[in-house]
């Protein structure tokens, strides 16, 4: 059959069935999907199509490479949902093979398939009647029973990034759930050289009291956007009390902050890897009063710090510090301001729980889970996220930091997620786990309002774009 009428006959199906999917295959031409992608058919012992350098399927073995993907899917499942079709050989053995009563099948990316119908004859599944074709999904979870061909992944269009999304961390779990039993060892280790911090320091709900009566939260992250609002967060920090925000920041934001007059109340850290110089201990300002401390200082030829040796009931000038107990104990020892205790929701803290109560707070791979649980849990009905980027923006991570000193370089990157604009930036396995994480946090918590105080960065589920000096005007005439 020529590839037209081929096409044709498919193109045909589709339409009684579902007419509004036929409407946006129809609005794009073969010649055109040929001119935006490197279309080529891969030989081996059988043939595949690939897709700029990336196969839809084996090139050896469709069949087998099939039922490997639908091995974790028993006979008769009531219904699977299947993200991507490859060459068409899952969703023809999900409903031949493993004879699913229901089977609804993601076209991640319409182009993809438009070239599949062209080149292929997919008829046999195409007209099954326990088959529903869609091109959207109609929740944001996965499914009961799901599996996703992981070429098509590559491919798929902006609506399926979230489900996308979720499946690399789904797939990645195991080897973070890895990386942390690795660790075990060291935190037990940390455990014990803390103990005589986590054991009678106060816990960090006490902080609650350090909430103004509006109950507004900063979040400072250290995402790069941070660096283009240095000069607005000293005019925040110059409101009088009665209209600032609660400021809490990130360890990794602190070494672009601590060079301006940007007043902090609480910093957050919670990895076993932050040293002091890393959390900029010894440049930490203190945070009320600055003229007439450094004046003090200075008149006795002392730093804020050998300061508050003298005077130690002045460290709360100091922010407060919110940590676990695995954090490193120099760091712990080096604060100079006041240190507040508080537990993971890991297991691994239950015995700790048991000996010394604290609160737990959720952590899901990065200091910005506990830091906004911690917002939450002290009072927060209006948390405001800057520098919640979780991707590459200037050939960079983090703010004020060199691209790699806190992670991998900016060339490594091999993902993508979507900014406020709407555009692509480049991103981690790893910062999209974060990312989803922090949007599962937001969605359980409906009584309290998130905002993000830039477009550049990551476009955050539940949370809302707020202009920064349109902000702080409001704030301004509160």
């Not at 319409?110 to 004859?121: F, S």
């Not at 607005?232 to 920090?237: D, I, K, M, P, R």
């Not at 301001?337 to 952590?363: F, N, V, W």
């Not at 060199?402 to 993902?415: M, N, R």
């Amino acid at each position: 059959m020529a590839q037209t009428s081929l096409l044709d006959s498919q193109l045909s199906i589709i339409k009684s069935r579902w007419p509004k999917l036929a409407q946006q295959l129809n609005q794009f031409t073969i010649d055109d999907i040929h001119a935006q992608l490197k279309v080529e058919l891969t030989q081996g012992l059988e043939q595949t199509i690939s897709i700029n350098g990336i196969q839809l399927s084996s090139r050896h073995d469709r069949y087998q490479e099939a039922a490997a993907w639908c091995q974790g899917i028993n006979e008769a499942c009531p219904h699977v949902d299947c993200y991507g079709i490859g060459m068409g050989d899952t969703p023809w053995y999900l409903l031949t093979v493993k004879k699913v009563a229901a089977l609804t099948l993601h076209c991640l990316n319409l182009k993809l398939l438009k070239l599949l119908l062209t080149y292929t004859d997919q008829r046999e599944w195409l007209t099954h009647p326990n088959l529903e074709l869609v091109s959207a999904p109609a929740r944001p979870s996965l499914g009961v029973h799901w599996l996703a061909c992981t070429a098509d992944l590559r491919f798929c269009d902006p609506h399926y990034y979230y489900q996308r999304d979720i499946f690399w961390h789904e797939k990645n779990l195991s080897y973070a759930n890895s990386r942390h039993e690795s660790n075990r060892a060291l935190h037990l280790q940390r455990f014990e050289e803390n103990r005589h911090y986590w054991q009678y320091d106060p816990d960090a709900l006490l902080l609650a009291a350090k909430l103004p009566p509006h109950r507004r939260v900063l979040i400072l992250a250290s995402g790069p956007s941070l660096e283009e609002h240095f000069t607005w967060l000293e005019q925040v920090s110059a409101l009088p009390q009665a209209q600032k925000p609660l400021i809490i920041a990130l360890d990794t934001a602190l070494k672009g902050l601590v060079n301006y007059q940007i007043t902090i109340d609480i910093v957050v850290s919670i990895d076993e890897l932050i040293t002091p110089e890393t959390a900029q201990v010894t440049k930490l300002k203190p945070r009320n009063d600055f003229a007439h401390n450094m004046a003090l200082a200075t008149e006795f030829e002392l730093t804020p710090i050998a300061l508050i040796q003298i005077t130690p009931a002045t460290n709360h000038l100091f922010p407060a510090l919110v940590y676990f107990p695995r954090s490193r104990p120099d760091l712990l020892a080096a604060w100079p301001g006041p240190r507040y205790a508080a537990y993971s929701d890991h297991p691994l803290y239950d015995e700790l729980e048991q000996q010394t109560p604290h609160c737990r707070l959720y952590a899901n791979g990065s200091v910005i889970h506990p830091a906004v649980d911690l917002a939450l849990n002290i009072g927060a009905s209006n948390m405001y996220l800057l520098g919640a980027d979780f991707g590459f923006m200037d050939g960079k991570t983090h703010a004020a930091w060199e691209d790699g000193s806190l992670g991998i370089k900016h060339h490594h990157a091999k993902h993508q997620l979507i900014n406020g604009h709407g555009e692509n930036i480049a991103t981690t396995l790893n910062f999209i786990s974060y990312l989803r994480a922090l949007e599962l946090l937001i969605s359980k918590h409906p009584r309290c309002k998130f905002n993000r105080l830039s477009q550049r960065g990551a476009a955050i589920t539940g949370c809302d774009y707020q202009a920064p000096d349109k902000l702080l005007l409001n704030w301004q005439q509160a």
